[in-house]
């Protein structure tokens, strides 16, 4: 990176982010327009990078075979119920690590310890593929629930194969933890890269992915949510059930934590 002519780096997860932080990636950047606008909880705490978009990584399920009336939490999905019900994508997989990386924020190693041990053993099926492989085993009825993120079922309704459509009609999507802390959120973000060579452009144009224009595009092209509030979303993201309560812990405390969640998968079994 030391020669790179970039002058920002963007990529999805904060997990991503604060390892690209750890290499020295990043130069922090002082800009009033970027903290008012992006909140305390979707950037670094010394404004390294910032969120721009933000994704749920939630429950969907198979709407012939759950009622979301027995949904409730990701804690519960460790309950002997879910046995042999649940699809998810191998521990390697960030998201699945920045999700493990937050509950240990929220619950504690132990409790969370606990939770992989007992969650692994409600897998459907071995971990693959990537979380469209979640959804359309959970539309096929292999498995009745999945763990993924809110912007892949809109590519099935919006898809002109009618196949793909009907997979969107099979799937539900719950948010979990709305009577406590919320539902797991992680973001699409960047920042200023260190030998940027165009500094001040490079901040102007981060500054300009907080604007109305650049938020509505961003969000709606890739059907995620904006950081930005008042922002309009995309029309079928809406219809998943918005606004919603989302978990308020920072994402810049996901990648500190991902040692231990992998750890924890690996002990568990989460291959």
Known sequence: WANSPADVLITVDAGRLWKADQAGIFAPVNSSELNSNIPANLRHPD?????????????????????PAELSTYENLADPKWQGRIAIRSSSNIYNQSLVASLIASLGVPAVKAWVESFVGNFARKPQ????????????????????????LPRYIKSDDPAKQGIFKKVGVFFPNQQNRGAHINISGGGLVKTAPNRENGIKFLEYLTSPTAQTFFAQANSEYPVVSGTPIDPVLAGFGFPFKEDPTSVSQYGPNSATAVQLMDIAGWV
């Open 129 to 152: 593929g990537n979380d469209r492989a979640q959804i359309e085993a959970v539309a096929a009825g292999i498995a009745d629930i999945a763990i993924a993120n809110t912007y892949y």
């Open 47 to 67: 404004n390294h990078w910032f969120g721009f978009t933000k994704r749920a990584r939630v429950i969907m399920y198979n709407k012939d075979r759950v009622n």
